[in-house]
């Protein structure tokens, strides 16, 4: 026989403490006959006096911190198993620092602790210092976190995966890369700017890679200006996409705006 | 026909826009703080230890709440979302990526200043070489505020002295 027993078929009670709704949503995905928590034994249950587990969304309002203390319990007193759902209730998350979150008098609220202070874990060091029993706590962050993340998180519970994550420390003996572009620094940082101001975050490095490579190609010419403007040509009649070819063009004015200026050394703005 | 997912007896991948885990690439990291100013719940954490002349890049993913606000200030793209997304786990401390740099000790007075070897280099990079020539640079950078504030007051007031005598 194992020492620790072999969770079987967790019943568990969902309980708010104060999350946006999202978390909660994602919990009833869990439910529905596509993901199907069920086939794992998953039950979950009216009242926190049948669960064996609490499913706990939300970072623990002030409001909140009674009835969850109650509830919990009135749980069973074991396994008592905690799961945590949602970046909220693990560290507080957006709300980490509103006035209605509870926090414990010893943990601040802008100190420099890691791993972050905050959600329910306020409320299982209270319940721990009273004497109470309170089981195993499992962490699964997201804002929301999906409905894989959460099976993922339960099958853990029940041994069926092991966990993927390692805490990481790195010092400066990993090396140091400073990537080298084929264009002048200022002025793929200044186009990568622009750039963002018009497609974001997400797309831009991928076009702006494009481009440097159009670029690099044209400066060996003789004649760079039109070789830039006929292989731009090109690659948009190739793409055949509206918004590349946009991004395309304001980047080739660009570009010769911020190079020109540079080349004759005058003034000029960055980025408007 | 069953539509259920096998999920966690097989393995899934998310699609590939997917705001996943964020993830520091050590290599590429400078350690300049920008996405710690940019970071709305404060996941991303820098903490200066002028001791032992250190910065830690502190991220916990379990306050993360996938913005990618980081990953669009980031100046080397050293901070991406990846698409991964299992990270449950009993421990919180599985949750933390540490990336520690050195700091720039100052040549005059010896103590550390408060950026990283690295951001010097980026910075080296950006600048036009036709500003100042490369030997005042060597001499200028590595200097903490301090005294370089102090070199520009001594030589305003000596300045000044040669003015009025």
């Given amino acids: ?272 | 026909m069953p539509v259920t997912l096998r999920y966690p007896f097989t393995e899934l991948e998310a699609p590939p826009e997917y705001r996943g885990l964020p993830h520091i690439d050590p290599k590429l990291c400078i350690g300049c703080g920008a996405c710690v100013n940019a970071c709305p719940p404060d996941a991303i954490l820098r903490i200066d230890d002028y001791d032992r002349g250190t910065r830690k890049i502190v991220l916990d993913i379990g306050r993360c709440i996938r913005c990618a606000r980081c990953e669009e200030v980031c100046p080397t793209g050293a901070i991406r979302l990846t698409n991964l997304f299992e990270a449950a786990s009993p421990d919180r401390r599985d949750h933390i990526q540490v990336v520690e740099l050195r700091l720039v000790r100052c040549k005059v007075c010896g103590n550390y200043t408060d950026f990283t070897e690295r951001q010097v280099k980026k910075a080296l990079q950006i600048l036009p070489k036709e500003i100042l020539e490369e030997e005042a640079l060597e001499e200028r950078v590595f200097i903490c505020r301090n005294c370089r504030r102090k070199g520009t007051v001594d030589a305003t007031i000596n300045a000044t002295k040669e003015v009025v005598l």
């Fill in chain 1, 1 to 272: 026989m194992s020492a620790k027993p072999k969770l079987r078929s967790v019943w568990v009670f969902h309980l708010n403490t104060g999350a946006c709704n999202g978390c909660d949503i994602e919990i009833l995905d869990i439910l529905t006959p596509f993901y199907d928590a069920e086939r794992l034994g998953v039950k979950l249950v009216g009242s926190p006096r049948h669960a064996h587990a609490m499913l706990v969304t939300g970072p623990l309002t002030r409001q909140c911190y009674y009835g969850a203390k109650k509830a919990i319990k009135a749980m069973p007193p074991k396994p008592r198993i905690i799961v945590v759902i949602g970046t909220c209730a693990c560290s507080g998350g957006i709300f980490y620092n509103g006035y209605p979150i509870y926090r414990r008098s010893e943990s601040g609220r802008e100190g420099c602790e890691y791993p972050r202070r905050g959600g329910i874990i306020e409320l299982i060091e209270d319940l721990r210092d009273e004497g109470e029993y309170v089981g195993p706590v499992i962490y699964i962050p997201g804002c929301p976190p999906r409905p894989e993340e959460i099976l993922y998180g339960i099958a853990q519970l029940l041994g069926l995966v092991e966990k993927k994550l390692e805490g990481e420390h790195y010092t400066e003996e990993v090396g140091f890369e400073l990537p080298e572009a084929p264009i002048n620094e200022r002025i793929r940082l200044t186009l990568r700017e622009k750039l963002r101001h018009v497609v974001g975050y997400f797309d831009r490095d991928k076009i702006l890679e494009d481009f440097m490579e159009l670029v690099k190609k044209a400066e060996e010419s003789e004649k760079p200006k039109e070789e830039l403007k006929k292989l731009i040509d090109e690659y948009n009649a190739k793409i055949r996409d509206v918004r590349i070819s946009f991004c395309m063009r304001l980047l080739e004015n660009e570009y010769w705006r911020v190079r020109d200026a540079l080349s004759a050394g005058k003034e000029f703005v960055y980025w408007v």
